[in-house]
């Protein structure tokens, strides 16, 4: 057995924990530069509340940029151009207070601010960029998200899009993990519906697809029953992410969201993901589908093609996912799939690609643009004959 683990330095989890914020910032250094990405949050008490514990740790802090969509070559290399022009001193580090967009905004500034041997964050990508790597360690990052999804609170990439030429691809490193994370589950009840849903589906393809990945090591799998589990199990009969999104206050039910997208994210920085997020990626490129969703519409159908590779992995997750000793393989098969569908249906995740706005002529696109770090980690191979067929089918 062999394996490797990042994992950020140092997690804190729990409801209303926000309020420690100052002292975990202070571990980080003295000026705060804060990309923020909830629009729910801006104005709301709870954003006050932190921000006066940083004032009690007296630091500085230093508003850079809200975003409010997933973040873009152009975007990286202005603010963290901005960032050196206005002059780094010792003790900066990056603080993001949002979802996984404002979170692989600040991984990618603190690594930009620090590696200038590129003319672009580009060059630094996967598979579009010149190779370039990160060689000195970026700005420390203090990680909050907002939302239950990404994991990117745990990860080593920052995905990054642009549109013309269409792309969305990772810059990587191991030296891009956030240093400290902080998941409040409590910052995440003001999130709308359709983003609990979508976000919430996100975690769970992480953790269906870490699990089943041919990078997965035994460590990682356990992560991922745990996350698993934690939607699963414990609600009433009812998955963690169904209660958070009917009952926004359901306080057991968003401590579940939370832990499972936080263990979504260290075992997919450790074990890679699938064709579901390989299409993703595509799909947001392409048809400007959020990465969310497009995981929530994808998951069934990356279920059903791996299903008879790793037919015992999906087996196992039928029991798990419907609290049954389920003893028929088939069936447990089967009953994975079956719940994943109904649990779409029931938050409202469309079913079908063109929904989301995909058009016949744009599947030849987003099959090129599919290729990548996450597909290479699906179970089975596929190919562009057999992804194009798939795709249309489901249109
Ligand atoms: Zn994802």
Same mark, same amino acid.
């Given at each position: 057995?062999r394996y490797?683990i990042?994992?950020p330095?140092? $997690?804190? /989890?729990g409801?209303g924990r926000r309020?420690?914020?100052g002292e975990?910032?202070?571990?980080?250094?003295?000026?705060g530069l804060t990309?923020? !990405?909830?629009?729910t949050l801006? !104005?709301?008490?709870?954003?006050?509340v932190?921000k006066?514990?940083?004032r009690r &740790?007296?630091l500085?802090?230093?508003?850079?940029?809200?975003?409010t969509r997933?973040?873009?070559v152009?975007?990286?290399?202005e603010?963290?151009?901005?960032?050196?022009?206005?002059?780094v001193?010792? !003790?900066?580090?990056? $603080?993001?207070?949002?979802?996984?967009? &404002? +979170?692989?905004?600040a991984?990618?500034?603190a690594?930009?601010v620090?590696?200038?041997?590129?003319?672009s964050v580009q060059? /630094?990508l996967?598979?579009?960029?010149?190779?370039?790597?990160?060689?000195?360690?970026?700005?420390p #990052?203090?990680a909050?998200?907002?939302t239950?999804?990404?994991g990117?609170?745990a990860?080593?990439n920052?995905?990054?899009s642009?549109?013309?030429p269409? /792309?969305?691809?990772?810059?990587?490193?191991e030296?891009?993990l956030?240093?400290v994370v902080?998941?409040?589950?409590?910052?995440?009840?003001?999130?709308?519906a359709?983003?609990?849903?979508?976000?919430?589906?996100?975690? +769970?393809?992480? =953790?269906?697809?870490? /699990?089943?990945?041919i990078?997965a090591?035994?460590?990682?799998r356990?992560i991922?029953r745990? !996350?698993?589990r934690a939607?699963?199990e414990?609600h009433?009969g009812e998955?963690?992410?169904?209660?958070?999104?009917e009952?926004?206050t359901?306080?057991?039910?968003?401590?579940?969201?939370s832990?499972?997208?936080?263990?979504?994210g260290?075992?997919?920085?450790?074990?890679g993901?699938?064709?579901a997020?390989?299409? &993703?990626?595509?799909?947001?490129?392409?048809?400007r589908?959020?990465?969310?969703?497009?995981?929530?519409?994808m =998951?069934?159908?990356?279920?059903k093609v791996n299903?008879d590779?790793?037919?015992n992995?999906?087996?196992?997750l039928?029991?798990?996912?419907?609290?049954?000793?389920i003893?028929d393989e088939d069936?447990a098969?089967?009953?994975?799939?079956d $719940?994943t569908?109904? $649990?779409?249906?029931?938050?409202?995740?469309?079913?079908? =690609?063109?929904?989301l706005? #995909?058009?016949?002529?744009?599947?030849p696109?987003?099959v090129?643009s599919s290729?990548?770090?996450?597909?290479?980690?699906?179970?089975?191979?596929?190919?562009?004959a057999?992804?194009?067929?798939?795709?249309?089918?489901?249109?």
């Amino acid at each position: 057995m062999r394996y490797d683990i990042l994992t950020p330095r140092k $997690i804190v /989890f729990g409801w209303g924990r926000r309020t420690e914020i100052g002292e975990l910032a202070r571990w980080l250094g003295r000026r705060g530069l804060t990309v923020g !990405g909830s629009k729910t949050l801006k !104005g709301h008490p709870m954003l006050d509340v932190m921000k006066a514990s940083i004032r009690r &740790a007296e630091l500085e802090m230093v508003d850079l940029w809200d975003i409010t969509r997933e973040p873009e070559v152009i975007d990286i290399d202005e603010v963290a151009a901005a960032v050196v022009r206005n002059g780094v001193k010792e !003790g900066d580090f990056l $603080i993001a207070i949002g979802g996984g967009a &404002a +979170i692989d905004t600040a991984k990618a500034i603190a690594a930009m601010v620090t590696n200038r041997h590129g003319d672009s964050v580009q060059d /630094f990508l996967e598979g579009v960029g010149r190779g370039l790597t990160i060689e000195n360690a970026p700005l420390p #990052v203090l990680a909050i998200p907002t939302t239950a999804g990404t994991g990117s609170e745990a990860t080593k990439n920052a995905v990054i899009s642009s549109y013309d030429p269409p /792309f969305k691809k990772s810059l990587r490193s191991e030296r891009m993990l956030p240093d400290v994370v902080l998941v409040d589950p409590e910052l995440t009840v003001s999130c709308p519906a359709s983003v609990t849903a979508a976000s919430g589906m996100d975690a +769970i393809t992480q =953790l269906v697809e870490s /699990f089943v990945s041919i990078r997965a090591t035994p460590f990682t799998r356990k992560i991922c029953r745990r !996350g698993l589990r934690a939607v699963f199990e414990g609600h009433g009969g009812e998955p963690a992410i169904v209660r958070a999104v009917e009952q926004p206050t359901d306080r057991r039910a968003r401590e579940a969201m939370s832990h499972a997208a936080l263990l979504s994210g260290i075992a997919l920085a450790n074990s890679g993901l699938g064709m579901a997020h390989g299409v &993703a990626a595509a799909l947001g490129v392409h048809a400007r589908v959020r990465h969310g969703l497009a995981c929530a519409v994808m =998951l069934p159908i990356a279920m059903k093609v791996n299903q008879d590779t790793v037919s015992n992995d999906f087996a196992e997750l039928g029991r798990l996912f419907s609290g049954r000793d389920i003893r028929d393989e088939d069936e447990a098969i089967e009953t994975s799939l079956d $719940i994943t569908q109904r $649990i779409n249906e029931r938050i409202g995740i469309p079913r079908r =690609l063109s929904e989301l706005g #995909v058009l016949p002529e744009q599947i030849p696109a987003i099959v090129r643009s599919s290729r990548g770090n996450s597909m290479n980690g699906n179970p089975r191979e596929i190919d562009d004959a057999e992804l194009t067929a798939l795709l249309e089918s489901h249109l």
